[in-house]
């Protein structure tokens, strides 16, 4: 890509460069062989191989023996992961941490799929079901070792002295709770339509298309509060496991989650192969968000990054095709204020009459006391997340994710047994979350399918804020996956995606009412430039452009910057001389990030009211920020353009302040990734005995680059409250790029490591390669595979035929 060097590239390519010749002739001879006895559930002898990342290469006699191994191997790697997910899934978290999980415990049991899961379970085909069963047969035969042999266990359950829960097939049916939704924002609009600022709400959520929300007929705003979400917040505000860096504020996380992935089609490429890429952006941990595993069998050959408690591979590639995916942007879940019974308090107004809500008692064991006795609610929109019978009100939300035959644990299984296209969008049908999936075989195809539950709602309500339970705002089903746009060979020959608005012009949005709510352009747009630019894209021009940290919002806000008093001309000259990369060693980048960061808390004290600061904490939307700022309006007072300057240099004059408190004096010395640093916790480091068997990772001396508008995406929370506003809070973890039909060739990240365990040698040994941009092979074809093993396992069954 001609803007970015050939050093770059050959630094991104480091270890894919020099093929397999990091695994030595000593190392190969290492290779152990470990024969693992009576593992029930498996019907034929497994082999693994495993390369020097810990990445295990899985060769079995039949499919479902693949995904049993999938399953022992993530329980060997991840168990604790693996085990607090599921229980916090089945609401099964308070009897082994205590009182305080009692209301989490409560929310995901209020939002377990409440059908026939037998019945649902039989929807799939009779493979998918066959390798769900053995996935969850392989993680309890991990589990039946180290109930054996309790030394195996990682130190949490040693430190706090319980067993992981067995598994059932039916729980990857039951749990269903993929929060994706606006519902916060739906209150917030009410309350914010109660105190007549609803239209500030455009300023740092604008809503594309262009629409105006408006108050539902007969939705009383002045009622609606906070406390209307109940336990549904307490569901929203479960931070991930491992990634409580930014847990403190929901909403940055959620903001910022997303990714980046594009597919080349072989007439715009070096070898005329189609690339695929993609960087999943997702809060930094420890364990890392991705588990890689190679599953192969007859009929099936499938590499790439999955997660703990998933079957499969969410990214990667199989013989045929290559698959990636980002956040597509679809309002999911909607409230609705039910009117209840001023006697009886479980029966509401529907349809013109008044009807029971559906009441199941439940029964929370609590570790340390008695168990809780609670009682869960269902009305005719779904699951009562609050009630007051004081005030005759209650809340009940509908999720696409409830529906019958909206599954997204089992939806990897068929996308991975995929060939070609057709087959590719079959499998979607039941996945669930909002998903741009991108798409390229071996045929030399590409295409796009924005896939995910489709509500199907009434005329009048746009889901922007709550409405009436009443019966006339009710959903009408979900769309079909034809409903959602796609694309095959576009005539551009590429395709990219990064969580931007990406209806296609003539799409019926108003329509189908699909989201009004998405994410600023600036990565999409720098990576279509460069793709635009490149007549013949190559592996190494991709990774580069995965880890792009150039910013044009950055020169654009550097070109607005006019007269600068005496006092401010050496680093205006800093900013002026910049180039508009943020690279972490660049004493420009850290200037203008603080500048940025002090220029959104001035516009947000200038344009929100302090009325409604509560309710629109900021900061100000980026795209916004930057129109407001290039033409400055009656807002910004009798003179705005004067208004806009004397802000921009008094922002400055902040920041060169800021840098020298906190970098020094002298200005050639400071450096972005001094302040951008990445520090990783244990999940519950707070408890002394987990911090002392869990080591810190990374901090002041591991500064990455990047911010939350670069491609390469490392964002960090201005507002965040008890840490520092610069720390690096997420990004992408995981990374690979795809040479499709030539698949030893690709090549990918996983960071920090492969195993959640400290005692392994693959907790954090991606780490440093990670932070170099050192993409590294991905070996795919048997003979690559076994040049590249430096271990190997045989999983036996426990009765040989």
């Known amino acids: 890509m001609r803007n970015i060097g050939c050093s770059r590239r050959q630094i991104l390519l480091g270890g894919a460069a020099a093929g397999f010749a990091t695994f030595s002739p000593m190392a190969r001879a290492a290779r152990q062989r470990m024969v693992v006895a009576a593992l029930d559930g498996l019907s034929a002898p497994v082999e693994v191989l495993e390369d020097h990342w810990g990445v295990p290469h899985v060769r079995a006699g039949s499919i479902p023996d693949a995904f049993f191994a999938n399953g022992f191997l993530v329980a060997r790697d991840r168990l604790w992961e693996l085990d607090f997910g599921h229980r916090q899934a089945l609401g099964q978290l308070a009897e082994v941490f205590g009182p305080d999980f009692v ?75 993929e929060v994706t939704g606006n519902t916060r924002a739906e209150i917030r609009r009410a309350r914010l339509a109660a105190r007549g600022g609803l239209s500030y709400d455009a300023l740092c959520t604008p809503l594309e298309p262009a629409h105006e929300p408006r108050v539902p007929g007969g939705l009383d705003v002045h009622a609606v509060s906070q406390g209307d979400l109940g336990l549904f917040d307490v569901l929203q505000a479960s931070p991930p496991l491992g990634r409580v860096r930014d847990a403190g504020d929901t909403e940055h996380r959620r903001t910022n989650s997303g990714s980046n992935a594009w597919v080349i089609a072989p007439s715009r490429t070096a070898t005329q192969r189609p690339i695929l890429a993609n960087d999943p952006h997702l809060s930094f941990g420890v364990p890392g968000p991705r588990y890689v595993i190679h599953l192969s069998a007859p009929g099936l050959d499938v590499i790439g990054g999955g997660t703990a408690g998933m079957p499969g591979v969410m990214q990667g590639h199989n013989a045929q095709i290559a698959f990636g995916r980002t956040n597509f942007h679809i309002d999911q879940e909607d409230l609705f204020i039910l009117r209840t019974h001023p006697a009886h308090p479980d029966r509401y107004f529907h349809d013109g009459a008044w009807k029971q809500m559906e009441t199941v008692p439940t029964h929370i064991a609590v570790r340390g006391e008695a168990g809780r006795d609670v009682v869960l609610r269902y009305a005719a929109q779904g699951p009562v997340v609050s009630a007051d019978p004081a005030r005759r009100r209650a809340t009940a939300v509908s999720a696409t994710w409830l529906y019958p035959g909206a599954n997204g644990l089992l939806v990897n299984i068929g996308l991975n047994l995929a060939h070609d296209w057709d087959s590719f969008r079959e499998a979607l049908r039941v996945h ?58 576009p005539a551009s020959g590429w395709f990219a995606t990064s969580n931007e ?225 610069y720390v690096a809070t997420g990004g992408a973890s995981y990374l690979m790029v795809c040479d499709v039909g030539e698949w030893d060739h690709s090549v990918f990240l996983n960071f920090p490591g492969q195993s959640g365990d400290p005692r392994s040698a693959h907790y954090a040994d991606f780490m440093p390669d990670w932070l170099r941009g050192r993409m590294q092979p991905l070996p795919f074809s048997a003979h690559r595979v076994r040049a590249a093993a430096v271990g190997r396992t045989i999983l036996q069954p426990a009765h040989t035929p």
């Open 103 to 177: 209301d989490t415990d409560t929310a995901n049991r209020l939002f377990l799929f409440r059908g026939d899961a037998a019945t649902e379970l039989a929807r799939f085909s009779p493979q998918v079901q066959d390798c769900a069963r053995a996935y969850v047969a392989g993680i309890n035969a991990r589990l039946a070792q180290v109930r054996a042999n309790p030394d195996l266990l990682p130190p949490e359950f040693t430190i706090f002295g319980y067993m992981p829960m067995s598994w059932d097939v039916l729980d990857l049916i039951r749990i269903r709770a």
């Open 432 to 489: 669930t979350s909002p998903t741009n999936f991108t798409y390229a075989d071996t045929a030399g195809n590409i295409g796009w399918q924005a896939a995910g539950g489709l509500p199907s709602r009434v005329d009048g309500h746009d889901g922007l804020l709550p409405v009436p339970g009443d019966g006339h705002y009710d959903w009408k089903g979900l769309q079909p996956l034809e409903m959602l746009p796609s694309t095959f060979n």
């Open 501 to 725: 608005m990406n209806l296609p012009p003539g799409y019926p949005a108003q329509e189908r009412r699909v989201s009004f709510e998405w994410r600023d352009r600036f990565r999409h747009d720098r990576v279509a430039h460069v793709l635009e630019e490149t007549p013949r894209a190559t592996i190494a021009d991709c990774a580069a452009l995965q880890h792009d940290t150039f910013s044009r919002l950055a020169l654009d806000m550097v070109g607005l910057l006019g007269a600068v008093p005496p006092d401010l001309m050496d680093v205006a000259a800093l900013l002026r001389g910049w180039d508009g990369h943020v690279h972490a060693d660049s004493a420009a980048a850290a200037l203008y990030e603080v500048w940025w960061t002090r220029l959104e808390r001035t516009l947000h004290t200038l344009l929100i009211p302090a009325r409604l600061h509560d309710l629109l904490p900021g900061p100000i939307n980026a795209t916004v920020q930057k129109t407001l700022l290039h033409a400055p309006d009656a807002r910004f007072g009798t003179n705005p353009a004067q208004t806009r300057d004397d802000m921009l240099v008094t922002a400055l004059r902040g920041a060169k302040s800021e840098l020298r408190d906190r970098l020094g004096p002298v200005m050639a010395a400071w450096r972005w990734g001094a302040l951008h640093t990445i520090t990783l916790d244990h999940a519950l480091a707070h408890v002394p005995a987990i911090a002392a068997r869990f080591p810190q990772l990374g901090g002041a001396r591991t500064g990455t680059g990047g911010d939350p508008y670069t491609v390469m995406a490392r964002w960090y929370n201005p507002l965040s409250n008890g840490h520092d506003p």
